[in-house]
């Protein structure tokens, strides 16, 4: 039997790192020298190192490995119990796997593990530090000690849990999005993970765009994972203030075992952090920390650790933090891109004055000039020749009408404005640049069939069948339009894709049917596989309605599965219908694509039947159309120089507010004479951005600065959550809302926008979002779920982009909101957000034991809602009797017992003082 040198990360009574010896047979002996020097030392006290921690950390190694065990010494849980994964892929295809001669030392309140990457000049070291009683943090260090750079494609290191009967009571759930905002919920139990039951929210740009790869697909990536069993948990977490850079959760499976691999390294998105995949010889690469946390409870006592592991580091918002009520012009005065004529017409002085009347009537304390201010949109030079001077405009819209002002700015640029020298260079591009096409298709469209193999008929193809949607990407008429969902063709250029879900498409058979079977697609020539639906239902219907929830539709189908990138059909009991929605609820790889739509009758009819026919000939192979907008390289020194110097003019002329929106990335840039490696990357993009707005806070330090994600500005994040952000060293200040602005009731009814509830848990970063009144309802339901995720709101829309008259009622309903919202607006900027569940959030204000409970149902019936609340527990100590207005309440111990009448969509809220 061999004896086993273990160093156990715990402390002595002498405060010093204790060594045991135990029997081990499985182990060989390990180097005692070095075990033997730091127990026969006596370090001096470090205040970092505690008593009586609560985590145990033991180090075992031999010369196959090195075990690394986190355990719970409360609760007796062991954490990991596997080797520690050591693995490293290089783009020739090599793998090197293991680490070979481990040294392991011990310091104070530190233990080291250093060795070489199996028969490599890898240098791997390690560091573990405890991070008080509960916590070990981690970090890793690569050393190329080679002589030719190191060119990594994937990284797997990590601790490794194996997945057993000790383990199925645990969940593994994402923080801080638990729920995405596809509305993909990321709580997996032990069972989905075995099972590969589990996938990431991804967004892909246009086809245009080159290396959109995910190296992390098959893993699952967030911020911090939380892995609980409800009563005990660890949190997982990541933290990496120079580098992009996620904690990786993988499945893996040797023989008949499956375990889980946490914590440690790993390769997220399109190989981020970049800089890790190409070290050169005796260069290093240092990775964030990673931090293992031992909590008691659920997932949401693991958010409130990340929500405050977050603000030691600095990302939240300062005491003074007072963002305005922000007045969105967009949706009343229109989107008009570069049409010179259209924005002479609509896009005025007078029209933006209008609009300011409608902000200081309302309640509003800024007004939001979206896209329309500039000469051409993406130029950032304000037009004088419409507009006047920015000055000018500043100095009377204050005057006038008591308002700021603000603006976006963005990255593409809607003309040819720029010289040509400073747009994206592709790879293997000759000459100067021109715009890429789009949808270029390298395969014909293919005919769908008019019948089943049985003989039945498809119904979409009828003469008298016409399609309809609920939206449609804008662009490009000629590819992607509704009637081609029963045009009777496969094939991306005849296709339907939605403006964003969630969406529906129907047809109308033109009478009623029995029908049993519908068929689907996103691109069933198997061209492309992006945008493909994930959830959707089927609904059918003989007298139609509008709406989706309307009780005249009934569900005949639902699916919740993989993308449904090639053709599948879908069979359900026969039903008697002539409408037939589908109602598409998330995608994968952007909006939602359907080629061709089919519909079958339950049985086939009788020979003399009307029978389905195409409906054009077949569209024919074309170059494609070029995107509708000209591809500036954010990494060009001579471009950042001069959109610098635009943005600070605009800036300086009286702004207190900037967005900056639409800066995805739009691929690497081969162009040497842009001063950026060869070829840029994402990171290097997202660095551009943030170094604008920097430059621009440093010139002026009061702006208040929204940056949308700079490589997937308008739904999942690319960036984590907090990268760059805080409100000193010129940060930008606020993050994105993630598109919630079009359709804010059918983002909330359809789950997107549960997203909010769930990032308010996990960070106090602030959100803005600006709404339309359009996409509300008179009760307000969106506008007080969004006041109550959003600390920083923004409205319009008395009319709409899609009405043709201005809605009084809504509006007077906006009118009173406001007035309430303002009331209590410092609840909602700066209160400490308390979540009850998805739909019951308290606030509780920044000074005063005082708090505003905001409830809200989402159904289509009237709900009465009790809410409980533990008034100890939330720290909202009343030293007198407890008054509440808004509902009904009474005292049942120390719990604050609220009950509610809530109509059906619509939103409550009460006050909570003494």
Known sequence: MSCLARIRFQESSCNSVSISRRCQPTWLSAVFACGLAIAGANPTFDPARPRDPRVGFEVAKDKSGVRLQIYDRQT????????????????????????????????????????????????????????????????????????????????????????????????????????????KLHDYSVEDLTAGRFSNSDWANDATVEDQQLVDHGKLRSEAWAWTDGQHGLLIAKYNREMIEYSIAAVEKAGDGTSLRFGGVGLALYREPRPATFIRPHASVTFGITKYTLFDGGWPRAYDLYRQWLRDHGHGFPPDYNPPLNWNELFDVGWYHSDREQLFKHYTRQALFDEAAKARDIGCDLLYLDPGWEVCEGTALWDEQRLGKVADFARELKQKYDLRLGYRTIGRVYRDEFPNAWYIRRSGQAGAYSRPLIHATSAPSKPAPLTASDGRRNLALLPEARANASSVISGYPDIHAISHLNDGYYGNPCSWISAGEPSWAEIDLGGVHTIAEIAIGSDQTGHYRDRAITRFDVLAASEYDPASDSSKWTKVFAYDGPPLHTGRKFKFDPVRARWVRIVVHAAEGGAARIDELGVYESAPAPANAVQPARRRQAPPVTPGNPIGFWEVCTQCKAWQKEKLERILAVTGGGADFMMFDEFDWRGPCYDPNHGHPVPSTPEGHVRAVYGLIEATRAKYPHLLVEAHDPVWPWTMRYTPTYWRQGFAHSRYQENWAFEFMWNPIEDLKSGKALCLYYYNLGCDIPLYNHITMEGDNDACLAFWWYASTVRHLGIGGKKGLNSQQENETRYRAYKNAVAEYNRLREFYARGRFVGIDETAHLHVHPKRPEAVLNVFNLTDTAVRREVRINLKEIGLVLAGKVKVAGCRHRLDGNDLMLEFDLPALSPGHAVITQ
């Open 76 to 183: 007796g849980r062991v954490w990991s119990d596997l080797p520690y994964v050591y693995r490293l892929k290089l783009e020739d295809g090599r793998v090197l796997s293991g680490i070979e001669n481990p040294h392991v030392r011990a310091r104070q309140g530190m233990v080291e593990v250093v060795g070489n990457l199996r028969g490599s000049p890898v240098r791997v070291l390690q560091r573990f530090l405890w991070s008080g009683s509960d916590a070990v943090s981690e970090t890793v260090t690569l050393y190329n000690r080679g002589t030719e750079p190191l060119k990594v494609a994937d990284i797997e290191f990590g601790l490794a849990k194996k997945l057993g009967a000790d383990t199925t009571a645990l969940r593994l759930v994402a923080v801080p999005y638990r729920r995405q905002s596809d509305g």
